[in-house]
T-cell receptor
Framework: QQQVKQSPQSLIVQKGGISIINCAYENTAFDYFPWYQQFPGKGPALLIA?????SEKKEGRFTISFNKSAKQFSLHIMDSQPGDSATYFCAAMGTYKYIFGTGTRLKVLA | NAGVTQTPKFQVLKTGQSMTLQCAQDMNHNSMYWYRQDPGMGLRLIYY???????DKGEVPNGYNVSRLNKREFSLRLESAAPSQTSVYFC????????????FGPGTRLLVL
């Protein structure tokens, strides 16, 4: 069974701090790596995504770092805000495959 | 433009009862999906429909059936509900099967007693 392993399960960060969530995958055929953000009572929504031909992608306070050789990628949230408190899912997509990580519940303290 | 809508929002069933979860999208997307979300398990694909008229099993299809009624609608049926099917169910759609971004509905919370 192909997997995407995500850590940590939960994360508490002070306002203004950096939140880091890590994911690791097994299948080298994956070619698209998105992060989804989910607020309580809502469905997940695409936050940011990267392809393996680049090592980093930044959108505002959100950055994906990608290490192809290690088969790992991570989400960095700079200057974390209470409004960032949500559950974050990494995912990996390949041909006819879309695998989600188990999620990280982030709480940013005011 | 409502995106992806799901009904009902919440349902309580007794073991053995049946029900259908409804999903509709107004984005003219070709592909639709049903996921279940359980604590510590992430999102797991139950069934998907790559295009109108086709359906295929995902990772956890046992105990479920689906119908792609038309391009807009994709329903999920539990024929004989079991407590193990207590979960939050999400419908999603994407422009094409190979399209990266999936758009999710608000979810249906199902409790099977």
């Amino acid at each position: 069974q192909q997997q995407v392993k995500q850590s940590p399960q939960s994360l508490i960060v002070q306002k203004g701090g950096i939140s880091i969530i890590n994911c690791a995958y097994e299948n080298t055929a994956f070619d698209y790596f998105p992060w989804y953000q989910q607020f309580p009572g809502k469905g997940p929504a695409l936050l940011i995504a990267i392809r393996p031909d680049v090592s980093e992608k930044k959108e505002g306070r959100f950055t994906i770092s990608f290490n192809k050789s290690a088969k790992q990628f991570s989400l960095h949230i700079m200057d974390s805000q209470p409004g960032d408190s949500a559950t974050y899912f990494c995912a990996a997509m390949g041909t006819y495959k879309y695998i989600f990580g188990t999620g990280t519940r982030l709480k940013v303290l005011a | 433009n409502a995106g992806v809508t799901q009904t009902p929002k919440f349902q309580v069933l007794k073991t053995g009862q049946s029900m259908t979860l409804q999903c509709a999208q107004d984005m003219n997307h070709n592909s639709m999906y049903w996921y279940r979300q359980d604590p510590g398990m992430g999102l797991r694909l139950i069934y998907y429909s790559a295009s109108e008229g086709t359906t295929d099993k995902g990772e956890v299809p046992n105990g479920y059936n689906v119908s792609r009624l038309n391009k807009r609608e994709f329903s999920l049926r539990l024929e004989s509900a079991a407590p193990s099917q207590t979960s939050v169910y999400f419908c999603a759609s994407s422009e094409m099967w190979s399209q990266e971004t999936q758009y999710f509905g608000p979810g249906t919370r199902l409790l099977v007693l």
